[in-house]
């Protein structure tokens, strides 16, 4: 779990409850022997911010390029990103998944919402949570994994797989449990 | 901006309210009144701002009646940064929120910074799509707005004091509060929640997870990175700072090293480094030598 800024501690909950074992990262030394990285939601501007300053953006960007799997959601999308609108000037993403998103997308706060979400693998639909949540643009060679309405929401790409929506605060433990079997 | 389109699409919910809390702990919001301002706390990681005329530490020594922002000033601290922007409305006064909530406001701080609308009332929260935060001096009292409908709680502290003791006090109360829920039965709980005059159901919920139902962050007070890492080892989930940070030397810097102090709470080499040559924080106040009468933490019930 990078646990920089965020809603680290709900993906923490959702991995525990399905008896994965968990670890804050926070230095880069906490990357070491990790079977699996997650993003979290939170700002990206902020994560970004403090993975420069504490020298972990080099190492985490090494990390998930050589092929450590991540599970990415909301503004961990972003930190991955290709392309990224509105976001800071200067904002720039890992650059490992090859997507194009608008930051806060769908508008301000008052505008955030549920909706369900079909997802490839899933019998029946996911319950997403979109708060300021970013828009997919353009899904370049990316794999669309999920969409709400027509709209891609969840693109996959080598083992990175990234969200828009909160599984963590879902109370479903679908998406969790796929990704951790999958590994 | 895009609008979702398709069957079962649902906005303003208590989810995404509460939600958007979630999203914003283990970060800090900071006190700005201008976009310059607003653009150096981005820059220095805030996880979001809190568009304000005034800190509460000119607030404090200007006196008269506080109130909600200018709508022009909102706009433009809107404008200037990609974060989440919050902004206060007066305890009671549910046409300011109304107003803040037409201006796309991302979070409404019902705030006792202000001076109070309503002796007896707080807003219904529950109508609105924009989500509340309000603030608290101990469990009952946290319980009561989130009975009311805010989706996130902050304890109060003495805003604009740049002393920390009172926002301890207060986090110290909220924990206190819920450790004593621990054992309690059915009966001995309905006779708690009267003790302390909040909602049996959100009090059993309480007991239920260990903590509070929402995001709980500390404010009034917090000024150096010290005092940021201290609330968060006690247990909240975020820092606001005021007065903090713009009233400090050198405010880039100060923010910085809130920003990096909250995340890094329990490292204290990293404290030490981030704390070195930071310049005169805020000069601060002791809570004995204000006027009883003066107290913000008294405001709201």
Known sequence: MLALQGAFKEHERALQAIGARTRLVRLPAELDDLDALVIPGGESTTMTILMERMGLWEPVRKALSEGLPALATCAGMIVLARDITDGVNGQHGFGLLDIAVRRNGYGRQVHSFEAPVRVEGLDHEFPGVFIRAPFVEDTGTADVYAVQDDQPVGVRQGRLTALCFHPELSGDLRLHREFVNAL | ?301
Request: hydrophobic residues 45%; negative net charge; glycine residues 10%.
């Open chain 2, 1 to 301: 901006m895009t609008e979702p389109n398709g069957n079962g699409v649902l906005k303003g919910s208590f989810k995404v309210k509460a939600g958007l809390a979630e999203m914003l702990k283990g970060g800090v919001i900071m006190d700005v009144v201008t976009p310059e301002q607003a653009k150096i706390a981005e820059d220095a990681g805030a996880c979001a701002v809190m568009a304000l005329e005034r800190v509460p530490a000119d607030i404090r020594r200007d006196g008269g009646v506080a109130r909600m922002s200018d709508p022009a000033l909102i706009k433009g601290i809107k404008a200037a940064v990609t974060i989440p922007v919050m902004a206060k409305c007066r305890i009671g006064h549910f046409v300011e929120a109304r107003i803040l909530e037409a201006l796309e406001i991302d979070y409404i701080d019902e705030s006792e910074v202000l001076t109070p609308a309503d002796e007896e009332n707080h807003i219904d929260k529950h109508p609105f799509k924009v989500p509340f935060v309000c603030g608290c001096r101990d469990l009952g009292e946290a319980l009561r707005r989130i009975a009311e409908g805010a989706a996130m709680i902050r304890t109060k502290g003495e805003a604009g004091t740049g002393n920390v003791v009172e926002a301890v006090r207060h986090m110290r109360a909220v924990n206190n509060g819920i450790r004593r829920l621990h054992g309690l039965s059915h009966a001995e709980l309905v006779h708690e929640a009267k003790q302390i005059g909040a909602p049996v159901d959100l009090l059993a919920e309480c007991q239920r997870l260990g903590r509070l139902p929402v995001v709980n962050f500390s404010a009034g007070g917090i000024s150096t990175p010290a005092d940021a890492a201290l609330m968060m080892q006690l247990g909240c989930d975020g820092n606001f700072v005021g007065s903090g940070i713009f009233k400090s030397e050198d405010p880039l810097k100060m923010a910085k090293a809130i920003v990096t102090a909250t995340t890094y709470h329990d490292q204290p080499e990293v404290l030490a480094e981030i704390s070195a040559g930071l310049g005169q924080p805020m000069r601060g106040l002791e809570i004995p030598q204000i006027p009883k009468e003066e107290l913000l933490a008294a405001r709201g019930w």
